[in-house]
T-cell receptor, first 113, second 113 residues
């Protein structure tokens, strides 16, 4: 089992460029999440997908879109990157009804110049 | 609304000393509580969780935490710190019926030789 995988690991964008962060899990989890981590602020939820075919906004959704492609994959898209989106992005998954512990990917470190 | 407060963004202990990382939560409903650890340039790994069974919860690497409802606390302890414990630690809370995690700001633990 690879668990939760994320690509790419690192990315540098210029302001206004777009990109998609990919996430996949092989644990047959029904729920998937995207967080951003900034110093002193912990992890903040951007979007989540409680089940295949549904997505909902989290705490900081502005500037992002998501797609739950299938049960395994959940992508995060930045349509027009801004310096304020410089952060480390984590994808996570869990199976609701099983204590709600989430399993995290290794993260994508994004810098927007 | 739920929230989590971690007291102290940075804690430094000597090797062999007691580790105490503080977490207080607010929740209008019985919560599930978690401690995660993040080693440098890695994702988050679950240390332990409280899901309404025993109030004293034992986790990996010798860590434990006690759920105290009267104090709305879930402090993390380890009797004897090891150099390998140096990392950032996050406390998180979720409602039992929903899978979204609310994270604290994180506490960076340093261990001095």
């Amino acid at each position: 089992n690879a668990g939760v995988t994320q690509t790419p690991k690192f990315q540098v964008l210029k302001t206004g460029q777009s990109m998609t962060l990919q996430c996949a899990q092989d644990m047959n989890h029904n729920s998937m999440y995207w967080y951003r981590q900034d110093p002193g602020m912990g992890l903040r939820l951007i979007y989540y997908s409680a089940s295949e075919g549904t997505t909902d906004k989290g705490e900081v959704p502005n500037g992002y879109n998501v797609s739950r492609l299938n049960k395994r994959e959940f992508s995060l898209r930045l349509e027009s990157a801004a310096p304020s989106q410089t952060s480390v992005y984590f994808c996570a998954s869990n199976h609701r009804g099983h204590s709600y512990e989430q399993y995290f990917g290794p993260g994508t470190r994004l810098t927007v110049t | 609304a739920q929230s989590v407060t971690q007291l102290g963004s940075h804690v430094s202990v000597s090797e062999g000393a007691l580790v105490l990382l503080r977490c207080n939560y607010s929740s209008s409903v019985p919560p599930y509580l978690f401690w995660y650890v993040q080693y440098p340039n890695q994702g988050l790994q679950l240390l332990l969780k409280y899901t309404s069974a025993a109030t004293l919860v034992k986790g990996i690497n010798g860590f434990e935490a006690e759920f105290k409802k009267s104090e709305t606390s879930f402090h993390l302890t380890k009797p004897s710190a090891h150099m390998s414990d140096a990392a950032e630690y996050f406390c998180a809370v979720t409602r039992r019926e929903g899978g979204k995690l609310i994270f604290g700001q994180g506490t960076e633990l340093s261990v001095k030789p």
